[in-house]
């Protein structure tokens, strides 16, 4: 896939031609996720890299991470529990300044149980 339409999945070419300056914060986001898709680095960390996308913008996110966490290390951090429990394979919780690792498997009732 050129680069022009690895791009253009995230943002429309009339966007991608526009300042940068006049992005809103989803755009901002869509843009940092064009750039780390064009950078393939191997390794992530993401912190609540689903604040400020629309559904579209996270169907395509998500088929990305999706195709690639076999090949890289990829961290990410985030409250949308029905979007991470499709992607993750290990799952790690804070609580009390410590670090669980938990099942996958029924992520929002281990959090309604356990961290409320």
Do not use: C
Not at 30 to 51: A, F, Q
Not at 76 to 94: A, M, S
């Amino acid at each position: 896939m050129t680069i022009k339409k690895r791009a253009q999945r995230y943002l429309s070419e009339e966007r991608l031609s526009k300042r940068v300056s006049t992005y809103s914060l989803g755009e901002g986001k869509r843009l940092s996720l064009i750039i780390w898709n064009l950078l393939e680095p191997s390794l992530t960390m993401m912190d609540e890299v689903t604040n400020g996308l629309d559904y579209e913008s996270l169907n395509i996110l998500k088929e990305d991470l999706i195709r690639s966490k076999n090949e890289k290390i990829i961290l990410l951090t985030g409250h949308q529990f029905e979007f991470y429990e499709e992607i993750i394979d290990d799952l790690y919780v804070i609580k009390n300044k410590k670090i669980l690792k938990v099942d996958k498997g029924g992520l929002k009732k281990i959090y309604e149980s356990n961290f409320n």
